[in-house]
């Protein structure tokens, strides 16, 4: 009898280290998922473009690649550009069907990469873009290498990251509430300042009336 309870007591630890490792490595899975955007560029010289507000000092991926149709020969290529929130260029390739880019950031703010078709006459032009930032962007495969760790410790040391991007994620959000929250006190205090500005500017022009109405009517001896 004792022994059954044994058994069952080990079945259970297992059980629920197995149900807490599938959670981990779900919960890692959902905060490494990347972006993978498919676009639809028109053949006309328009643009677009894929924005992402992104903090300082995050690793940031994207690799995209034109799905060529296997009647169009030869394949259109695209031209690609990627610019930082003051308008830095991080990235720049003409006449593509593919290409890469990686950076660290240094501003906070949104990053712009913008793709257009290089020939006009070639049809719309579809093309597909990984664009990934953060714990996504990073390669566990050298770290697992590096490090000499696998399995539950590999997906304990991801869980660890995450949780770093997360509370990087809001200290980041914390700074943008306060300036924001600056922001509109400042402009809260504008706003107050203005409206007594207007206020006082309509009481002098009506002092202003009504002076100039009674020396109008005593001029006509009215009053």
Not at 29 to 41: F, R, T
Not at 62 to 79: A, E, L, R
Not at 124 to 131: I, T, Y
């Given at each position: 009898?004792?022994?059954?309870?044994?058994?069952?007591?080990?079945?259970?630890?297992?059980?629920?280290?197995?149900?807490?490792?599938?959670?981990?490595?779900?919960?890692?899975?959902?905060?490494?998922?990347?972006?993978?955007?498919?676009?639809?560029?028109?053949?006309?010289?328009?643009?677009?473009?894929?924005?992402?507000?992104?903090?300082?000092?995050?690793?940031?991926?994207?690799?995209?690649?034109?799905?060529?149709?296997?009647?169009?020969?030869?394949?259109?290529?695209?031209?690609?550009?990627?610019?930082?929130?003051?308008?830095?260029?991080?990235?720049?390739?003409?006449?593509?069907?593919?290409?890469?880019?990686?950076?660290?950031?240094?501003?906070?703010?949104?990053?712009?990469?913008?793709?257009?078709?290089?020939?006009?006459?070639?049809?719309?032009?579809?093309?597909?873009?990984?664009?990934?930032?953060?714990?996504?962007?990073?390669?566990?495969?050298?770290?697992?290498?590096?490090?000499?760790?696998?399995?539950?410790?590999?997906?304990?040391?991801?869980?660890?990251?995450?949780?770093e991007a997360i509370h990087e994620n809001l200290l980041y959000?914390?700074?943008?509430?306060?300036?924001?929250?600056i922001v509109n006190e400042a402009t809260n205090s504008r706003?107050?300042?203005?409206?007594?500005?207007?206020?006082?500017?309509?009481?002098?022009?009506?002092?202003?009336?009504?002076?100039?109405?009674?020396r109008f009517f005593q001029k006509k001896k009215l009053i």
């Amino acid at each position: 009898m004792h022994h059954h309870i044994y058994i069952e007591k080990n079945m259970m630890s297992i059980m629920g280290h197995r149900f807490w490792v599938c959670t981990l490595m779900i919960f890692v899975a959902i905060i490494q998922k990347g972006d993978a955007i498919w676009m639809s560029l028109p053949s006309a010289s328009s643009t677009k473009c894929v924005t992402e507000e992104i903090h300082n000092n995050v690793v940031v991926l994207g690799d995209y690649v034109v799905i060529s149709d296997d009647n169009v020969h030869p394949t259109p290529t695209i031209s690609a550009k990627v610019t930082s929130p003051y308008g830095n260029t991080l990235h720049s390739n003409e006449n593509a069907t593919h290409g890469q880019f990686a950076f660290t950031t240094n501003e906070a703010g949104l990053y712009l990469a913008c793709f257009w078709v290089d020939h006009h006459g070639t049809g719309a032009v579809s093309m597909n873009l990984d664009w990934k930032t953060g714990i996504a962007a990073k390669d566990w495969e050298s770290v697992a290498r590096k490090e000499k760790i696998e399995g539950v410790e590999l997906e304990l040391r991801k869980l660890e990251g995450a949780v770093e991007a997360i509370h990087e994620n809001l200290l980041y959000l914390k700074n943008r509430e306060a300036e924001m929250r600056i922001v509109n006190e400042a402009t809260n205090s504008r706003v107050a300042l203005y409206s007594m500005l207007s206020l006082a500017v309509c009481v002098g022009v009506s002092v202003l009336q009504i002076m100039h109405l009674k020396r109008f009517f005593q001029k006509k001896k009215l009053i």
